[in-house]
């Protein structure tokens, strides 16, 4: 852990732990770097990275780097036009979240409250930049609970294959197959056996025994990619991937029976 002076006084800077790289569309370049520096701590980097779409200024905190871009002009990155200004959702690791909280409330910052989320075992809080870019802070506490946990690759437990339920199994075999681009390993009236990659689905007749809709979801490698594949063999899609603060890129399909598929890529 490092200190920083910020005019004031010394602050702990703690550490940024894993690696960010992040585009932002901001309305003054000025402003928004003297936030990250003064407030959140970052440097300025002597100039920007190379790269198709140079940027206008770089700031980087440890392996994290933030580039900013303005609204004029079109602007894309390798996975297309860059969220709207105020509208990008960017998570940081850090190794002390209490002292971060502490550290940017300190240079005046108005962090959130940070809040331990029990189901993904990260506490985080949410600090808005000037042009209302949400920017979390988190580290996971799920340490604190692996005694009660199997090793991850220990035990019985190998794999999971979901179960959709359908009233027109027929019809489902063939939409997985030319939508969502499963193989067919075996398709019978009431039954489809799925493939895709290392993923399997059965797709099953809807029986009392099997009623409702069902969910699944499935890590995979570029959820940009995916979504993009998808949409242009015009899967139903609510809403392009979103960068949430658990660490997962994700976006949701729907099959024509309302069963809900989520994919989601672990983002740096």
């Known amino acids: 852990m490092s200190t920083v002076n910020n005019g004031h006084k010394d602050l702990h800077k703690p550490a940024i732990t894993s690696p960010v790289s992040r585009h932002l569309v901001v309305r003054d370049i000025d402003n928004s770097v003297a936030f990250y520096r003064d407030v959140l701590g970052f440097d300025k980097a002597p100039e920007t990275s190379k790269s198709s779409v140079p940027s206008l200024?770089?700031?980087?905190?440890?392996?994290?780097?933030?580039?900013?871009?303005?609204?004029?002009?079109?602007?894309?990155?390798?996975?297309?036009?860059?969220?709207?200004?105020?509208?990008?959702?960017?998570?940081?690791?850090?190794?002390?979240?209490?002292?971060?909280?502490?550290?940017?409330?300190?240079?005046?910052?108005?962090?959130?409250?940070?809040?331990?989320?029990?189901?993904?075992?990260?506490?985080?809080?949410?600090?808005?930049?000037?042009?209302?870019?949400?920017?979390?802070?988190?580290?996971?506490?799920?340490?604190?609970?692996?005694?009660?946990?199997?090793?991850?690759?220990?035990?019985?437990?190998?794999?999971?294959m979901p179960s959709m339920p359908l009233n027109d199994v027929p019809a489902g075999i063939a939409w997985y197959r030319d939508v969502l681009g499963f193989s067919i390993n075996y398709a019978q009236h009431d039954l489809g056996v799925m493939d895709r990659d290392s993923v399997r689905l059965l797709l099953v007749l809807r029986t009392p025994q099997h009623t409702g809709i069902a969910s699944c979801y499935t890590y995979i490698r570029d959820a940009d990619a995916l979504y993009a594949e998808l949409l242009t063999k015009g899967a139903a899609i609510p809403a392009p991937p979103v960068s949430q603060p658990w660490g997962l890129r994700e976006f949701h399909v729907t099959d024509p029976e309302g069963n809900i598929l989520t994919f989601g890529q672990t983002f740096e």
Request: aromatic fraction near 12%; hydrophobic fraction near 40%.
């Open 57 to 160: 200024a770089e700031v980087v905190y440890g392996p994290a780097r933030i580039q900013f871009y303005t609204e004029e002009g079109l602007v894309v990155d390798s996975s297309g036009p860059l969220p709207p200004r105020g509208s990008a959702m960017v998570f940081f690791e850090v190794e002390d979240v209490q002292g971060m909280h502490a550290a940017i409330a300190a240079r005046g910052g108005n962090p959130s409250r940070p809040e331990k989320v029990n189901w993904i075992k990260i506490e985080l809080f949410e600090v808005r930049d000037p042009d209302g870019h949400a920017l979390w802070f988190g580290k996971s506490y799920h340490e604190f609970y692996a005694h009660l946990h199997t090793e991850a690759g220990a035990g019985q437990l190998r794999k999971i």
